[in-house]
C-alpha cells in the first residue's frame, strides 16, 4: 500500500508538471523522470516500466468507466461528458 501511495504521489506530481507545463500549441513532453532524478539506465528502465504499466492500468479503468456509464447515460449525455473531460496527454486515442 505504501508504494502504491508513493507511486500515486509520484505520477501525481508528473502529471501536475506537464498540465501546469503546457504550451498555446499543445502539451509539452511528459517529464522526463529518470534525468530529474538522476537514475542509471537500469532504474531508470524500472521506473518506465513502472510508470507505463500505471497508464496502462488507468487506460482500462477509463474504458470500463465508460462502459458502465453508458448502461445510464443516453448517448448525448455520455458524447457531452466526453467532451467536458480533461484531454489525456500523449497521442489521440482512436
Same mark, same amino acid.
Given at each position: 500500500?505504501?508504494?502504491?501511495?508513493?507511486? %500515486?504521489?509520484?505520477?501525481?506530481?508528473?502529471? %501536475?508538471?506537464?498540465? =501546469?507545463?503546457?504550451?498555446?500549441?499543445?502539451?509539452?513532453?511528459?517529464?522526463? @523522470?529518470?534525468?530529474?532524478?538522476?537514475?542509471?539506465?537500469?532504474?531508470? %528502465?524500472?521506473?518506465? %516500466?513502472?510508470?507505463? +504499466?500505471?497508464?496502462?492500468?488507468?487506460?482500462? @479503468?477509463?474504458?470500463?468507466?465508460?462502459?458502465? =456509464?453508458?448502461? @445510464?447515460?443516453?448517448?448525448?449525455?455520455? +458524447?457531452? =461528458?466526453?467532451?467536458?473531460?480533461?484531454?489525456?496527454?500523449?497521442?489521440?486515442?482512436?
Amino acid at each position: 500500500m505504501f508504494f502504491q501511495r508513493i507511486l %500515486a504521489l509520484l505520477f501525481a506530481g508528473t502529471v %501536475a508538471t506537464t498540465v =501546469l507545463a503546457q504550451r498555446p500549441d499543445g502539451p509539452s513532453p511528459r517529464p522526463d @523522470v529518470a534525468a530529474t532524478l538522476n537514475l542509471d539506465a537500469p532504474r531508470a %528502465a524500472k521506473v518506465e %516500466a513502472i510508470m507505463a +504499466a500505471s497508464r496502462e492500468k488507468m487506460r482500462a @479503468v477509463r474504458e470500463d468507466t465508460d462502459k458502465q =456509464l453508458a448502461t @445510464v447515460l443516453t448517448a448525448e449525455e455520455l +458524447a457531452k =461528458l466526453k467532451a467536458s473531460r480533461p484531454r489525456p496527454h500523449g497521442p489521440p486515442r482512436d
